[in-house]
């Protein structure tokens, strides 16, 4: 029998009862599945706990002390009724029955308090007065006490286990739909209720063929909160002349909605991420079906400016504006605005051993490197929506993002030959900007179209400078002018893509539809690179390209024709969609000096997929697909290029698409009731191209890695979480693993290259009492590589967490976090380094005014410790950390 939803804890008595029954309709006697039951302790206030009933329609209820009890059971459609159990009473079992409401629903007024938890179809709605607590300060610490609802350490949000997608405002996305900036921001006294969706879709008629379907999180707001500017603001400083400012405010009305968020501190905190960029983006499936000039674009232009890290100093500012308007019937205007600079130190020690050919002794390297970065970035984008909520929908999207960034470093290279001082200089500047149509048309109840278009265009232009005291890319390029030569890199990037794709559904039935799409996809790209030697006094030396290899010119041209048909089908406890997508490609590269190089190919790329679900068991799902990976601009380049410290690639102007043949087998069980989740994936993947080379080289010191790679080979993979949230109690835990093997050139020795990787993250939370939780975690990683002919590499890394929660007054919050982290090389001892935080908060004047302390990195520890194993070296890092910081603040709430 499925158990009882318990949503909400209460305290811990000596006694304990437990009442559990079934709630049926009066006439039919047939069971109710979600009726709410609510339970009010006689003479104990208003303390409200509450249960709901399962799919047969029962309940079980723990209560915890002998006092009476006052239950209330309410369900959609009938009326109420309450029944009251006196002091004292045991163990009991009910049956209660509800009547019809003879009323219209439309006329009946509701006055009695609302059910906490609504289940109607795809929606959960939760009443926030039912969880709200006085030290619920965000949106963060409200959802932690939802049933079902989990927030982890990283600011994770998931329902039943599944990753919430977006975040929205009374409907409209809330910075893009970014779940980060709306836990951390929203105020938890301003919201009425929380609407989880699943299957949403912006496009009504859309949803029922499940077609780009998001769970979602819609937060509305008290009506006293409306029309009003709300929020708050925050101010802290501390020793080391440490500083926070923080300001957050909010004004919501039915026609216009204005958020706007700012962050200005030199204490390390990080205001943004890089999943929070994605989701602004429209998430990881666009951006990988955007290609090059999406997901990839993306990480090398925005992501270094994000996250600070660990490092030794830092200082950010970051301002946001979110506002969305209703300018005339049926049309809506979304506009976000992000601004972030940052000036950052990292120092760092690292330890390296270069594998050598025919088992010789590794190389080893001690290096001490420093950089010293300023970046500035900002983001902005604007939407027009047209919905009359009838048969048709249009929009327009436009992004665009602009960034730079400078770097100083100095690295310090000790071998057991010599030493070398190298100093680098660099500077980089990007603009991206993207503009999307999407018109869908409901043409009749059995077909549906819709058209997509886009053009992305991106520009990039970088600066580099070496010098040294020792021959730079020492045996990668023959023989440089002179010991102390330096080198000047320059280049530049031009892309643009345009993409085209019109979809026609035609429905069947509301279980059974096909999909037939055409697409267009048409890319050009552009790269130069200049580079240069210079003399130990600076007078620059020109060598010639071909002795040098440097210096290139290219350009790609790329046109991609698909077709796709899939049948998507419903029947009973089965669902499934098979199809395929039919791609003619044909491209040109055409490099400096060189005579172009065309290339066609036709792929046929079929997909299968079916799920079921079997009461009381899970959903089961069996999967396959051909997938193409089409390269990056930069492998195809024939002359080496610079691509970062120190180090050349050289590509292949004749590489093909990279395919892959994916299995994929999923179970997945998901029991709001128990609060009670898995979800476990194994996957098998086969690259079938073998004859994709590239080379890659690093000159350091004596250390000439130079090899070729290879795409063939295969990879096992699985995936897993379990958990469950209870009263008191809640668990989870987390597990991954990968095997993969191919094959690799390295210093002429083609060889074979094995990987094992392995990650287990249990966790637990218990919540003591009202006024005291704990959070239990540990984390193990390994990682193995064996490469032919040499011997087994393995390194461990360890992690134990705990962090708490504590009221020790009726004002006062106290949360803390300690962990312990260890790493070792097998066969080595374990490296240690500890990490404290603390975070008061003491409430007056009702909650308006707030004093708060905060402190991180309390014991202050010197430096965290990771490592890397690659098939050719293994690396241990010493990241030296920001030091101790600690700011005694105030929170003023509007």
């Known amino acids: 029998m499925a158990g009882l939803l318990l949503l909400a804890g209460c305290p811990l008595l000596a006694q304990s009862r437990q009442i559990t029954g079934q709630v049926l309709d009066d006439s039919l006697r047939t069971p109710l599945p979600f009726a709410n039951i609510s339970f009010v302790p006689v003479g104990e206030g208003a303390a409200l ?38 002091a004292g009473t045991k163990d009991t079992t009910l049956q209660i029955t509800l009547r019809l409401h003879p009323l219209d629903l439309a006329m009946v007024e509701v006055k009695d308090r609302a059910p906490p938890v609504v289940v109607r179809g795809d929606t959960v709605t939760y009443q926030a007065d039912a969880f709200r607590e006085v030290f619920d300060w965000k949106l963060q610490d409200l959802l932690r006490r939802l049933p079902g609802m989990e927030v982890d350490e990283q600011n994770r949000l998931r329902f039943n286990g599944e990753v919430v997608q977006q975040v929205m405002v009374e409907g409209k996305p809330f910075f893009g739909g970014s779940s980060r900036l709306a836990l951390e921001h929203i105020p938890a006294e301003v919201i009425a209720k929380l609407e989880v969706i699943d299957n949403y879709n912006a496009v009504d008629f859309l949803q029922p063929l499940g077609t780009g379907n998001q769970l979602v999180l819609n937060v509305r707001l008290r009506e006293d909160k409306k029309r009003f500017v709300f929020g708050d603001i925050a101010a802290a400083a501390g020793p080391e002349k440490r500083y926070l400012a923080h300001p957050n405010l909010f004004y919501y009305s039915p026609e216009v909605s204005v958020n706007g968020i700012g962050d200005l501190n030199n204490a390390n905190l990080e205001p943004l991420s890089f999943s929070d960029v994605i989701q602004m983006q429209g998430g990881m499936g666009r951006l990988l079906a955007e290609g090059q000039a999406g997901l990839s674009g993306l990480q090398q232009d925005f992501m270094p400016y994000l996250s600070p890290g660990n490092n030794r100093s830092g200082r950010s500012q970051f301002g946001g504006l979110n506002v969305s308007a209703a300018p005339l019937p049926d049309w809506t205007v979304y506009a976000y605005g992000l601004g972030l600079r940052s000036v950052q130190g990292y120092r760092s020690l690292s330890r390296n051993a270069f594998w050598q050919q025919d088992g010789a002794p590794p190389v080893t390297e001690t290096r001490e490197s420093a950089r010293d970065t300023e970046r500035a970035t900002s983001n902005g984008k604007l939407s027009l929506v047209y919905d009359p909520k009838e048969d048709y929908y249009l929009s327009l999207e436009s992004d665009l993002q602009v960034g730079m960034a400078e770097d100083a470093s100095t690295l310090l290279s000790q ?23 999407e018109a869908h048309h409901k043409f009749s109840g059995h077909h549906i179209g819709t058209l997509e278009a886009s053009w992305q265009q991106r520009r990039a232009e970088d600066e580099l400078g070496l010098q040294s005291n020792q021959p730079l890319l020492q045996g990668l390029i023959g023989s440089p002018p002179e010991p102390n030569a330096g080198l000047s890199h320059q280049g530049q990037t031009r892309l643009s893509a345009l993409s085209t794709a019109y979809r026609h559904y ?13 697409g267009y996809r048409h890319l050009h790209s552009w790269a130069q690179t200049m580079d240069n030697w210079s003399a130990g006094n600076g007078t620059p030396v020109l060598l010639p390209i071909d002795t040098t290899r440097f210096g290139n010119g290219q350009k790609l041209r790329l046109e991609d024709a698909s077709a796709r048909l899939s049948y998507k089908y419903t029947r009973d406890a089965l669902e499934g969609e098979l199809g395929t997508t039919v791609h003619r490609m044909q491209w040109w590269i055409r490099e400096e000096g060189q005579a172009a190089a065309r290339q ?13 679900t079997w009461t009381n068991v899970g959903e089961f799902e069996l999967g396959y697909r051909i997938s193409r990976l089409f390269p990056e601009t930069e492998a195809w380049l024939s002359r080496a290029t610079i691509t970062g410290f120190n180090q050349l690639e050289q590509g292949n102007p004749y590489l093909r698409n990279s395919l892959s043949h994916i299995w994929n087998l999923a179970y997945r069980r998901r029991d709001f009731f128990t609060q009670r989740n898995w979800y476990l994936q194994l996957s098998y993947a086969l690259r079938s191209l073998a004859l994709q080379q590239r080379i890659s080289g690093t000159g350091i010191d004596q250390l000439r890695e130079t090899f070729l790679l290879r795409d ?30 191919f094959r690799q050139i390295l210093y002429g020795v083609n060889s074979r290259v094995a990987e094992w990787q392995a990650f287990a993250n249990p966790e637990i939370r218990w919540e003591i009492s009202k006024a005291a939780a704990l959070r239990l975690a540990y984390s193990r990683s390994q990682r193995w590589v064996r490469q032919q002919g040499s011997s087994q590499a393995r390194f461990d890394q360890d992690e134990l967490s705990l962090s708490w929660e504590v ?19 097998a066969g080595q001892p374990y490296d240690f380094y500890n990490e404290v935080s603390l975070d008061a908060r003491y409430q007056f004047d009702g909650g308006r005014w707030a004093l708060t302390l905060q402190g991180t990195n309390l014991l202050n520890n010197r430096s965290v410790l990771s490592s890397q194993v690659t098939p050719f070296s293994f690396r241990e890092y010493e990241v030296f950390q920001f030091p101790m910081v600690l700011l005694v603040g105030l929170i003023w709430r509007l």
Not at 54 to 83: E, N, P, V
Not at 418 to 431: I, K, M, V
């Open 807 to 825: 009221l020790p007054l009726e004002n006062l919050q106290v949360k803390g976090a300690a962990a312990l982290h260890g790493f070792r090389r």
């Open 600 to 612: 066609r190919e036709c792929l046929a790329l079929p997909f299968a997929k079916a799920t079921t």
């Open 712 to 741: 063939a080979g295969h990879e096992w993979s699985f995936r897993g979480r379990m958990s469950q949230k209870g009263d008191r109690l809640e668990w989870s835990v987390n597990f991954r693993g990968r095997q993969s093997a």
């Open 506 to 518: 035609w429905v069947l039935s509301p279980q059974n539809h096909f999909e037939f799409q055409l």
């Open 415 to 437: 071998t057991v030959q010599t030493g070398r001082d190298l100093f680098t200089d660099e500077h980089n500047d990007f603009q991206n900007h993207s503009h999307t149509l």
């Open 49 to 86: 706990r509450f249960a709901m009933t399962d799919q047969q329609g029962r309940f079980r209820f723990k209560a915890s002390g002998a006092a009476g009890l006052r239950m209330t059971t309410t369900y959609l459609g009938y009326q109420s009724t309450s029944i009251t159990l006196p």
